[in-house]
């Protein structure tokens, strides 16, 4: 099991007039784990893209709010990577408050994908190479 | 049953650098799609917040990305009431290309809330009331 | 001179927690406004990316908020062209609420540039064409 | 003069189909530069907001773009404020890509306002005298 954690401070514009972060927002920041999850085992989304002629669209997606998010909170955001991904990967969210109450918890499914032919491709070996460090295979 | 639909033209703001409708983006969609259907009833959901003392925070929310939505289309968003709220609201929405073809799928499970208190109560009698039109109570 | 009109129901994802608009949101309405007003003369700026290998990146904005916008509020976006366009064009703004007051007034200037080169180049034929027909040229 | 300066990571949701930050992102990260600036002085724009009763909306935005930013780019946003506020305040905004290059400029101007009461009022005290450190008073 791959596990990573990041904070990231709640901006303004993204609260709403009731006065919590609003339901759309949460995305961003599942984004934001992910990316830096993956950052942190050295695989760069953006190198992907760009020199691997991978990208990443979301399949699907599940939100629970369990709490509000307020303006200003330094959030932490932890995503787990429960299975070694093969045509896809799912990562697992979950978002403290600073007080490290659960506010949230979700689950993106992201497929892989050439960039050219658009066509659905197994996980890149970069990938797999480095998240197979943390399971027993 | 009750169905809604209502269009909206996609925004360069809501699309990202892979040329989609970026995946974070669609729960705003949704938030339109709910309002205007609620208004379609009478139900202003500004109104039962300012004059009602409402307020409905998602409690969670599932999205099925099929298809990509492009910059500068004209979707349109179906939004399916298909059981009298109590406690919570559902809303199904499904959302179609200029094709007429499905791109995304989803619910949204809304809590109704005491502004003032913040506690959960049941759904309003003025929603109950007009949607009880659509089924056969 | 050209004026456009068009109207914009504010989002609830629009607002922030201070009740109102999030100022960084114009910008959006801004870009519904110019995207309308030349869609009214036959110009799709998707059509421009697409089959005329045109982008227009903005080069400068200057706003001024003068009333709050709010929740729910039907605006109305006012687009102002007073120059013919040569190697840039200057999208003046103006936002009313329901009461036809003004809220917001701003500038947008945007340049016209290659696609593959990213080069600046001079206003197309096919825009010049339609907006020359409200100059006295 | 008072500069400060705090590092922003671009998300993929930040970028639009051009490829670059879409323009209207950029009052967001102009945002989490002042209040970064306020913070490093002691100054929390929640606390003034939640326990001193004042608000800050913004009154003007002006924004020159003079390069893309990127998506996963680094950017360092440079708050700047020059003079002491008295019943606004002036953040005059630089961003500067991993290059060190320049990329945005902006000054965004802000009053202060009493949240019941809605009127403006001068500058709190608590900002003033954190401020004045940085100026031959």
């Known amino acids: 099991m791959f596990v990573h954690e990041t904070q990231i401070r709640v901006r303004y514009s993204e609260t709403d007039r009731m006065n919590y972060v609003y339901?759309?927002?949460y995305p961003q920041y599942f984004e934001v784990g992910r990316v830096e999850a993956m950052r942190s085992i050295g695989i760069s989304y953006k190198d992907l893209e760009e020199n691997h002629g991978v990208m990443m669209p979301v399949k699907s997606m599940s939100i629970k709010y369990l709490r509000p998010v307020f303006y200003d909170e330094l959030i932490t955001v932890k995503t787990i990577v429960s299975a070694l991904p093969e045509r896809s990967i799912n990562f697992h969210v979950e978002i403290f408050n600073e007080k490290g109450?659960?506010?949230t918890g979700g689950t993106v499914s992201l497929a892989f994908v050439n960039i050219e032919t658009?066509?659905?491709i197994p996980c890149p070996e970069i990938l797999i190479k480095q998240l197979a460090k943390y399971f027993d295979v």
């Open 23 to 25: 339901y759309g927002n």
């Open 118 to 120: 658009k066509e659905s």
């Open 101 to 103: 109450e659960i506010t």
